[in-house]
């Protein structure tokens, strides 16, 4: 395999140089009497296959080539860490993460910084490492929860916020209708008053009439009346 100078620059996880990834690998020689180096060997290897399952390899194909890059394995130091430090503050500052609230780059780039402490810690010991890798996935766990929970919720009010808007437009439909139905009834209400008022009026002509035509035949009757009582006085009255 041929190693690549290049380096991930990307992340804040401290990765190995690219490889080459080929079909057939030379396997290493060593002297069976060395059982220190085999020992130190293997350990390697066990924390390497630790840190592949807690940070998987990154592998790409570039001009028909196959490359693999694995995390480091190199134990840090403390210059490391505040490098680290350094690191994320300028990341933060460079890709303006927001301070409060939710943000997306600044839950990403301590995402990236939570792994490289993970990366350091296993390749001290590996029990520690395997621990925060479960208490990494938890909080991933936890955060696609209240991620789930708040789409659901964005739904859900989506849903009402539609159903709002088409109860609104029903509602204003319903006030037109009613209003129509309301001007219907103020002009049934005005011809009515208006027949209403016609009505009175003919009753109070025919009362009118009534009365003059009562009054005259009273008058008429009163007038027959004294006719009559003075030709019976004129029979009545004897001769003289």
Known sequence: MTERLLPSTNTLVK???PILVTKYEQPSTSADGDTSKKFSSEEKHETEEILNVILPPKEWEEDGQMWRQQVSTTPATR???VNLQEQ?????????ARETGICPVRRELYTQCFDELIRQVTINCAERGLLLLRVRDEMRMT???YQALYCSSVAFGMRKALQ?????SDLNQKVDVLKSEK??????????????EQADRRAAETRLAEERKHTEEIAFLKKTNQ?????LEGIIAPKK
Request: proline share 0%; no cysteine.
């Open 183 to 196: 001007q219907d009834l103020e002009h049934e209400i005005v011809e009515l008053k208006q027949r209403a």
């Open 227 to 231: 006719q009559l009582k003075a030709q």
């Open 143 to 145: 955060i696609e929860a």
């Open 164 to 168: 709002a808007e088409q109860g609104k």
């Open 88 to 96: 994320l503050d300028m990341r933060l500052q460079q890709r303006q």
């Open 79 to 81: 210059l490391d860490v």
């Open 15 to 17: 990765y190995d140089n």
